[in-house]
Every structure is written in structure tokens, then in C-alpha cells.
Nanobody
Framework: QVRLVESGGDLVQAGGSLRLSCTAS????????MAWYRQVPGKQREMVAT???????NYADFVKGRFTISKDNAKNMIYLQMNALESEDTGVYYC????????WGQGTQVTVSS
């Protein structure tokens, strides 16, 4: 059974930083495509960053070099380092895995105050 558990969401001031973590079980982050998505108020869920099975990384345009996705194969975890946070980044951030189908975590709330 695949399970993804996010942590690290918090209330932070604009310009601040957060690091989100996702602990995976039932799936290996080393051999599957992993990603971070977010859902901000009034918008559909959108991709933030993806780390593809072969190691290729893609970011949404709105990241603008502020976020970094990474993974630790030994711990079976992925991370999202977010710097220079803006109020528009406020939302629920979800860990995602794709292997034959999509799997989602429960989400972690990020709130950026201006």
C-alpha cells in the first residue's frame, strides 16, 4: 500500500523560507516519478516541481528559481525547499507519486503573510 505523508507546512512571513518533507512508503522514490503540487485558494491544483525517475527536474514557471526539489533515496523521502516566499504561495502543498497511477498525500498547509 502506497502512503505519502507531508510535513513542514507553517505560517511564515513574506520573504521567508520553508522546507517541506514527504515520507514515502510502499513505493521507492528512487525509481518513480515524484512531485510536489499545490492548491492555492480559488485555483485548481497545480504542479510545482517534478523529479522524474531518471533524475530530470522540472519546475513550474511561477517558481522562478525560488524552490528546489530534492530526494533522499536512503530515507525514501523527497523535499521542497522554498525560499523568497510570497503571499501568492499560500495554499496546501501535496506530495505526489506516479507509478501506473497517481498517489497523493494528505497535504500540508503553507501560509505566507504579507
Amino acid at each position: 500500500q502506497v502512503r505519502l505523508v507531508e510535513s513542514g507546512g507553517d505560517l511564515v512571513q513574506a520573504g521567508g523560507s520553508l522546507r517541506l518533507s514527504c515520507t514515502a512508503s510502499g513505493i521507492l522514490v528512487s525509481s518513480n516519478t515524484m512531485a510536489w503540487y499545490r492548491q492555492v485558494p480559488g485555483k485548481q491544483r497545480e504542479m510545482v516541481a517534478t523529479i522524474i525517475r531518471g533524475g530530470t527536474i522540472n519546475y513550474a514557471d511561477f517558481v522562478k528559481g525560488r524552490f528546489t526539489i530534492s530526494k533522499d533515496n536512503a530515507k525514501n523521502m523527497i523535499y521542497l525547499q522554498m525560499n523568497a516566499l510570497e503571499s501568492e504561495d499560500t495554499g496546501v502543498y501535496y506530495c505526489n507519486a506516479f507509478t501506473q497511477r497517481f498517489y497523493w498525500g494528505q497535504g500540508t498547509q503553507v501560509t505566507v503573510s504579507s
